[in-house]
């Protein structure tokens, strides 16, 4: 899971009103449910000493939710007055606990947020015809857009009734128009999918035109392309069908990027060497900025500690207080393990997979693969 996308909140200074809300909107009275849930919550914030600044944010974002039907949660950040995160979550936070849905704190609360959502896979999906293309983009954050690629629509279409030698040429002239209009859609969608760091590319839509937009993709694209019969630029009848396809191809990268780092951590745990098994060791190594990848736990399992200590810096944490003011840290601050972790991983551009317990035994469930060991090789 990359997380660069959360850089811009944590360059923020705390304290930090972290808010999980169930926005589900399921009867006609969803607004004021929503509105009743957050006043409940407004009052813990008020009690452990939230700006009023902060809340007022809240407030104004709250009100003007636009409701929609189905079981469904958000989650807002907010610090100096304004809003600096939110996200819509995938199914309501039923099963938070209080302290989860409101908190204050000096970091955001952001791994209730992480474990709900999941991987987002930045992805490139191309519905062609063959005037042109609509894409839809979605970054790593989830933000989407759609692109529209239009190319020249005359001549398209193939004649049959004309003289032999004329109908040859028109047949000549159409083709060359499909490959002009593939070229542009193929070098829009290199564009966009090397500008968001798109690991998938769905080619929908017309055959002819999918083939002649791959063979025009840029060679190292080539390989993150799913073709799909789901959908034609021009029929909606099979918009579910098409999603579906688009859903499962992000699924299947995070699947196998979950197994790869998988591997790779049991591998050099095996090996003692690019890999940390629990907290103590894992800790030490996001000290050192050695850290790639973090792997966690979705569960709870075996010893794990209740906080941690950070200073400003994302690589300042330690399991001791101590540890820091020996680094000349002046005031450490104690926060909760995962938020500790999140906060260097985001500093330090490292990685986060979440992994069910089941699949691989974590010492108190964490480790990490390194970018180097601790030989200092650099291999």
């Given amino acids: 899971?990359?997380?660069?996308?959360?850089?811009?909140?944590?360059?923020?200074?705390?304290?930090?009103?972290?808010?999980?809300?169930?926005?589900?909107?399921?009867?006609?009275?969803?607004?004021?449910?929503?509105?009743?849930?957050?006043?409940?919550?407004?009052?813990?914030?008020?009690?452990?000493?939230?700006?009023?600044?902060?809340?007022?944010?809240?407030?104004?974002?709250?009100?003007?939710?636009?409701?929609?039907?189905?079981?469904?949660?958000?989650?807002?950040?907010?610090?100096?007055?304004?809003?600096?995160?939110?996200?819509?979550?995938?199914?309501?936070?039923?099963?938070?606990?209080?302290?989860?849905?409101?908190?204050?704190?000096?970091?955001?609360?952001?791994m209730p947020y992480l474990r709900l959502r999941g991987a987002r896979v930045p992805h490139v999906l191309v519905l062609v015809d063959r005037t042109g293309a609509d894409l839809h983009v979605v970054d790593a954050a989830g933000h989407s857009g759609v692109v529209t690629v239009q190319g020249d629509a005359a001549p398209l279409h193939k004649s049959h009734t004309a003289g032999e030698g004329h109908e040859k040429s028109h047949h000549d002239a159409v083709e060359e128009q499909w490959l002009r209009n593939a070229g542009q859609v193929a070098a829009e969608v290199d564009t966009r999918a090397l500008r968001t760091g798109a690991e998938v590319i769905v080619l929908a839509g017309d055959v002819r035109m999918r083939r002649m937009v791959y063979d025009h993709l840029h060679k190292g694209l080539r390989e993150?392309?799913?073709a799909t019969e789901a959908s034609h630029r021009d029929r909606n009848a099979s918009e579910q069908t098409l999603r579906e396809e688009v859903h499962e191809a992000v699924r299947s990268v995070v699947r196998e990027r979950t197994e790869s780092t998988v591997r790779e951590f049991e591998r050099?745990?095996?090996?003692?060497?690019?890999?940390?098994?629990?907290?103590?060791?894992?800790?030490?190594?996001?000290?050192?900025?050695?850290?790639?990848?973090?792997?966690?736990?979705?569960?709870?399992?075996?010893?794990?500690?209740?906080?941690?200590?950070?200073?400003?810096?994302?690589?300042q944490i330690a399991v001791e207080r101590s540890t820091l003011t020996d680094m000349g840290v002046s005031s450490p601050v104690s926060v909760s393990a995962d938020e500790a972790v999140l906060q260097a991983l985001v500093g330090t551009d490292a990685e986060l997979v979440l992994v069910e317990p089941e699949r691989i035994t974590l010492t108190g469930g964490i480790g990490a693969v390194l970018r180097y060991s601790d030989s200092g090789s650099g291999d």
């Fill in 1 to 110: 899971m990359k997380l660069g996308y959360l850089q811009d909140v944590y360059a923020h200074e705390g304290p930090f009103v972290t808010v999980y809300l169930d926005t589900s909107a399921d009867s006609a009275d969803a607004g004021k449910e929503v509105e009743l849930r957050w006043r409940s919550a407004r009052e813990r914030l008020v009690e452990h000493g939230a700006s009023a600044e902060d809340l007022r944010a809240v407030d104004e974002t709250v009100g003007s939710h636009e409701w929609r039907t189905g079981r469904r949660g958000n989650v807002l950040v907010a610090t100096g007055g304004g809003i600096v995160f939110r996200d819509e979550l995938p199914e309501a936070p039923e099963e938070f606990s209080d302290d989860e849905l409101a908190r204050l704190g000096p970091v955001p609360h952001l």
């Fill in 224 to 226: 993150r392309v799913v």
């Fill in 268 to 315: 050099e745990r095996g090996q003692h060497d690019r890999a940390v098994d629990g907290w103590a060791d894992t800790v030490g190594a996001l000290q050192r900025g050695q850290v790639a990848t973090v792997l966690r736990s979705t569960k709870e399992v075996g010893e794990s500690p209740e906080s941690l200590w950070i200073g400003p810096d994302p690589n």
